[in-house]
């Protein structure tokens, strides 16, 4: 069970506005900034947003991240089909003195 | 541009140790984080732990506290993750992952290891 929760999966067609979301607490995504990863299938993860809503250099600006409260959200517009892949969510936690993540979000385009 | 670059594949019996090495090349390395992050198939990251090489002390999640060590050694560039009593559930790819500079809290995991898996079986 992880600290922070994501749906499982989402899904859009090409061209779709896409949001995934990722929900925490005061001790973690309330009290610091979240940063957003891209996994495409057998390889590792690859930094897609940080500082809540920064996109590293390389990132297209049809990605985008915000957050309000506890809560998160990782925003893909116009939707392309190498943008399948698993999106995972991670701050750091005050409590625990440790990183915690969310269980993932499988994208399809469909 | 930092590259992490990790150890090959290992099988493990039931019970053993297993270290695994991550070595970093185009950037500082003494004043970054460099933590460890797993992977179960078919599941979700979860962070065993983190050190920024100049201050030798490690940070660990909870679980793996008595169980994961963290090392770095300056003169090389590489960092070190020894899970010891090792059981069928941690089974999992491990990638090292640099953090934040100065420490291992805030900040984001960039760039990342390729991964090394580790399979324990008896």
């Known amino acids: 069970q992880s600290v922070l929760t994501q749906p499982p999966s989402a899904s859009g067609t090409p061209g779709q506005r896409v949001t995934i979301s990722c929900s925490g607490s005061s001790s973690n995504i309330g009290g610091s900034t979240v940063s957003w990863y891209r996994q495409l299938p057998g390889t590792a993860p690859k930094l897609l947003m940080y500082?809540?809503?920064e996109r590293p250099s390389g990132v297209p600006v049809r990605f985008s991240g915000s957050k309000s409260g506890t809560s998160a959200s990782l925003a893909i517009s116009g939707l392309q089909s190498e943008d399948e892949a698993d999106y995972h969510c991670a701050a750091w936690d005050d409590s625990l003195n440790g990183w915690v993540f969310g269980g993932g979000t499988k994208l399809t385009v469909l | 541009q930092v590259q992490l670059v990790q150890s090959g594949a290992e099988v493990k019996k039931p019970g053993s140790s297993v270290k695994v090495s991550c070595k970093s090349s185009?950037?500082?390395?003494?004043?970054?984080?460099l933590h460890w992050v797993r992977q179960a198939p078919g599941q979700g990251l979860e962070w065993m732990g983190g050190l920024v090489p100049m201050f030798r002390t490690a940070n660990y999640a909870q679980k793996f506290q008595g169980r994961v060590t963290i090392t770095a050694d300056e003169s090389t560039s590489t960092a070190y993750m020894q899970l010891s009593r090792l059981r069928s559930d941690d089974t999992a790819v491990y990638y090292c992952?640099?953090?934040?500079?100065?420490?291992?809290?805030?900040?984001?995991?960039?760039?990342w290891g390729q991964g090394t898996l580790v399979t324990v079986s008896a």
């Open positions: 185009g950037g500082t390395f003494r004043n970054y984080a």
């Open positions: 992952a640099r953090g934040g500079e100065y420490q291992v809290r805030y900040t984001w995991f960039d760039p």
């Open positions: 500082n809540d809503n």
